[in-house]
């Protein structure tokens, strides 16, 4: 079965860097889109970045464009996420998810509903 392991959150303060990992198993890695998500206390699932499945097409947030960068290696079936100038605000747990609906797509989904497989979450939290 699809098994999708986060790691590498913490606690931070404003300013600082952390980089998430995501390891992938049970599929075809290569093959298809992966994307990070973020959920706050109360809030929504919400998009972070999206990399297609060669790693051609990256897609942000608003909020994070220009701070976090997505990155993947497929030898090694994980999908990374590299966060810098933290704030107060990205504080959140943090979910990578795996769409297998666009099979060798260019298309970078960003929304939840479009993934299939999630992990468990790694929280960030972001000191002021």
């Known amino acids: 079965q699809v098994q999708l392991v986060e790691s590498g959150g913490g606690l931070v303060q404003a300013g600082g860097s952390l980089r998430l990992s995501c390891a992938a198993s049970g599929l075809t890695f290569s093959s298809y889109a992966m994307g990070w998500f973020r959920q706050a206390p109360g809030n929504e699932r919400d998009f972070v970045a999206v990399?297609?499945?060669?790693?051609?097409?990256?897609e942000y947030a608003d909020s994070v464009k220009g701070r976090f960068t997505i990155s993947r290696e497929n030898a090694k079936n994980t999908v990374y996420l590299q966060m810098n100038s933290l704030k107060p605000e990205d504080t959140a747990v943090y979910y990578c998810?795996?769409?297998?609906?666009?099979?060798?797509?260019?298309?970078?989904?960003?929304?939840?509903?479009?993934?299939?497989?999630w992990g468990q979450g790694t929280q960030v939290t972001v000191s002021s």
């Open positions: 990399i297609s499945w060669g790693g051609g097409n990256s």
């Open positions: 998810g795996v769409t297998t609906f666009y099979k060798r797509s260019s298309y970078a989904p960003r929304r939840s509903y479009e993934y299939d497989y």
